[in-house]
């Protein structure tokens, strides 16, 4: 399965971001008053980016035990994860790729584009007018008739926005074939 860079791009420019610029004068960077200075280093976006880089390495592990420790930058972690499970069958491959979509989604909605979601179909009802509700850390569907069983708007985590779109990716790709 050919790999999408993606992920590793946005991880790059998280860490460009967030994580690598240090910034002398007052204030913790979280203060209401906006500044053109660098960002500081982000705390939350290190630890964001250590337990992603963990999560691929626990998942390659486990579908491929002789993989070891993954020790490189964290930008390197899905290459790594791809060349450990290259062999194995198509459904773990496939989820695989669904964590590592899934992340590439997380970094981009940790540097403020929420409008990845829209490119992505309602899984219920098709639509695309998902949008994104960080308070629920949720898409939610803006279709008024797209509702769970209380009436409320369906809504649906990164994961299975995720999966469905490397199960749709693969089926286009084997039909192309
Ligand atoms: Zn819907």
């Keep these: 399965m050919p790999g999408d860079d993606t992920t590793a791009q946005r991880l790059r420019l998280l860490q460009a971001e967030f994580t690598q610029h240090v910034r002398t004068g007052p204030g913790d960077g979280r203060s209401a008053t906006k500044t ?5 280093i982000d705390l939350g976006v290190v630890d964001r980016i250590r337990a992603a880089v963990y ?11 002789d993989a070891g420790r993954f020790t490189g930058d ?13 062999d194995l069958d ?14 590439g989604l997380e970094y981009a ?5 929420e409008s990845v979601v829209r490119k992505h179909p309602c899984p219920e009802c098709g639509c695309w007018g998902l949008y994104w509700r960080a ?15 209380d009436g409320l708007a369906n809504k649906w985590k ?18 192309a074939t």
């Design 36 to 40: 053109e200075a660098p960002a500081p």
């Design 55 to 65: 999560e691929v390495e626990a998942h390659t592990r486990a579908a491929a035990p």
């Design 74 to 86: 964290a930008v390197e972690v899905y290459d790594w994860a791809r060349e450990h499970t290259a």
């Design 90 to 103: 198509e459904g773990r491959q496939q989820a695989r790729e669904a964590v590592i979509y899934r992340q």
């Design 109 to 113: 909605i940790a540097m403020g584009d």
């Design 135 to 149: 308070a629920s850390n949720r898409a939610v569907c803006v279709n008024h008739y797209c509702v769970d069983d």
């Design 158 to 175: 990164l994961a299975r926005l995720a999966q469905e779109h490397v199960a749709r990716k693969e089926s286009s790709a084997r039909r």
